[in-house]
């Protein structure tokens, strides 16, 4: 029996997938008014015994966060700018009014685990250790109010690529019926509720043969948000100089880490970065111009996953020759470099655990 477990495991770990090679452990932690933050445990990946009038789950009061741990050059293991992610948190907390979660203790439970779990992961550069922080609101009430008892938990699982392993650009669908967030919502913070109501455009995009659905304000339906639940960017140009943009943050667009890492890496790099806001019609327009050469979306999952084709009820097009560009390329391995403790890291992005 343990060695067909043994055998199941190593299955798992050659060909994780994404989302569902989950690793031995989480990490737990509980608050209530009286005790504040309490209990803290790391223990056994089990199921959880929770009573059907818990508040989190009728009423949402659920955040998350998502990042990642790659195996470093030398061996050794990082997580990618979790200080950052940890700041985000207690700002999706604040939103809800959830209490906020210590950053040193958001980062101690990540620490926790990727200890104990980080046997899972082996030196193939494509895998990473995807951790998924959660808190959600515990009480057994269906009163329509916050919570007072909470717990927070870390888990992670083996993640391959996204997309695949091939990085081969993608289609995407324009939704018009339906829109991401709202001014004064919650677009700008990971909350559950942010999720399950983009599933209907997602599978719209499946159902016209994409792989993503972009999203456009929910205002006036004509400026580029996010892409599924990535930003997306923008190459004019091409060559040294060229432009490297992105919409900008106007409260309904969550401040991706990825994004403002590569929005550094850019710079970096000797292209322009900029934030803007820009219309479905001006992508169409500069993509038929030639001035937009290349699009792609990035994310803690997606990494940077290039667009090719564009589906839209005004009109396909097609983004450059349809393949991956030299800058996205460029900038995809500079930012896996940094990940994977490539070259010098001016900014402590890599956490050592």
Not at 23 to 51: A, C, V
Not at 108 to 130: C, F, K, N, R, T
Not at 162 to 167: M, Y
Not at 222 to 230: A, H
Request: a negative charge.
């Amino acid at each position: 029996m343990t060695a067909m477990l043994d055998a199941a495991r190593a299955a798992k770990i050659a060909n994780p997938g994404h989302g569902d090679t989950f690793t031995d452990h989480m990490f737990s932690l509980s608050y209530s008014p009286e005790s504040g933050w309490h209990t803290p445990e790391l223990q056994r990946m089990e199921n959880l015994s929770i009573h059907p009038g818990m508040i989190g789950l009728h009423y949402a009061q659920v955040i998350f966060e998502g990042l990642k741990a790659h195996r470093q050059v030398d061996g050794g293991i990082a997580v990618f700018r979790p200080w950052d992610n940890a700041r985000r948190f207690r700002a999706s907390a604040r939103r809800l009014a959830m209490p906020e979660l210590p950053e040193e203790m958001f980062v101690h439970g990540i620490e926790q685990l990727v200890a104990a779990d980080q046997d899972w992961l082996g030196d193939d550069p494509a895998h990473s250790l995807y951790i998924r922080p959660l808190l959600f609101g515990s009480d057994t009430s269906l009163m329509l109010r916050p919570s007072n008892e909470y717990r927070f938990l870390v888990m992670a699982f083996l993640a391959g690529g996204f997309f695949g392993d091939n990085i081969e650009s993608v289609s995407v669908w324009v939704s018009h019926e339906h829109s991401r967030a709202i001014p004064g919502g919650t677009g700008n913070v990971k909350v559950a509720g942010n999720y399950a109501p983009s599933f209907v455009a997602q599978k719209q995009a499946k159902d016209h043969g994409c792989q993503q659905v972009v999203w456009l304000d929910p205002i006036e339906r004509r400026w580029l948000e996010e892409m599924g639940g990535m930003n997306m960017f923008f190459v004019r140009g091409s060559g040294p100089g060229a432009q490297v943009v992105t919409p900008e943050l106007t409260g309904t667009l969550l401040p991706g880490v990825t994004r403002n890492t590569l929005l550094t890496l850019a710079e970096r790099h000797g292209y322009a970065p900029r934030e803007e806001r820009i219309s479905l019609d001006q992508w169409r327009k500069e993509c038929e111009e030639g001035v937009i050469t290349e699009v792609f979306a990035c994310g803690t999952a997606a990494v940077v996953t290039p667009v090719g084709q564009v589906k839209d009820e005004g009109g396909d097009w097609t983004v450059g020759d349809g393949k991956p560009g030299p800058v996205t390329t460029q900038l995809r391995k500079a930012l896996v470099d940094a990940q994977h403790g490539v070259g010098d890291d001016p900014d402590g992005w890599a956490h050592r655990c």
